[in-house]
Structures are given as C-alpha cells and as structure tokens.
C-alpha cells in the first residue's frame, strides 16, 4: 500500500498498520489518525475495539453496529483529514468526506479517555 489513509503522507506499513495490527497509540492524535485510517480501510473492528464502553455511540449489540459502521465505510469517500488541534485528550479536526457526490465534510472536536490503559474514543461534538 502506498500512503496512508489518514493522510499523514507516511506510508501505511509506517503509520497505522501498526495500531490496527494490536499496539497501542500512544497520544490522542496517533489514535485519531489511526481510527480514520480505519474507516477509510472498512476496518470495523478496530472502530469498535477502540470506542470507550461508556460511549454515547456504543451500541449493544455488536453485529448491527459492526454493519452499520460497514455501510458507513462503503458509501463514503475519505477525501482528508486535517487536524486543527489537539490537547491531551481532545482532537479537533476536520474530515473530508463525500457520499454520492456530495460533500458530508464536517469538524468535530473528539473526546478520548483513557480504559484499560488504552486511549479510547468517548465522544464528539460538532463544530
């Protein structure tokens, strides 16, 4: 694979690869990077494994939110991302996205809190 989806102009196997493969991001930022990467790569799995349990956006029932985070995955298409900035748990960034043709681009400033001595995505609030 050539650059990494997530935009950091590193190549995959020198970026993300490495988080999706088991370790662990190290600061909120590689985590953000990392989970957008995973959106862009259909990598449900690792979306779901690095959400915080207490998650607004948490489903119960693991199949239908592994499905839905999918067909999110399939109908989009990750144009970008740009980080704004960042503190030591909060990412503010910009998205480049588009479905259809048309631009869904938003800002969010995401939330991460720490479980099991992993950094985890709690949530986000649109900007």
């Known amino acids: 694979m050539s650059l990494c989806p997530c935009y950091s102009q590193k190549k995959y196997a020198n970026c993300c690869k490495k988080f999706h493969e088991g370790q662990k991001p190290l600061s909120v930022v590689e985590l953000?990077?990392?989970?957008?990467?995973?959106?862009?790569?259909?990598?449900?799995?690792?979306?779901?494994?690095?959400?915080?349990?207490?998650?607004?956006?948490?489903?119960?029932?693991?199949?239908?939110?592994?499905?839905?985070?999918l067909d999110f995955c399939k109908h989009?298409?990750?144009?970008?991302?740009?980080?704004?900035?960042?503190?030591?748990?909060?990412?503010?960034?910009?998205?480049?996205?588009?479905?259809?043709g048309k631009d869904i681009s938003f800002t969010e400033k995401s939330l991460f809190k720490k479980e099991n001595g992993a950094i985890r995505y709690l949530q986000g609030i649109h900007i």
């Open 32 to 69: 953000m990077r990392s989970r957008f990467c995973a959106y862009a790569m259909h990598n449900a799995a690792y979306i779901i494994q690095t959400t915080h349990s207490q998650s607004p956006h948490r489903e119960s029932d693991i199949f239908k939110w592994r499905e839905s985070i």
């Open 76 to 100: 989009t298409h990750f144009q970008g991302l740009t980080i704004l900035e960042y503190t030591s748990d909060t990412v503010t960034f910009t998205a480049h996205l588009s479905r259809e």
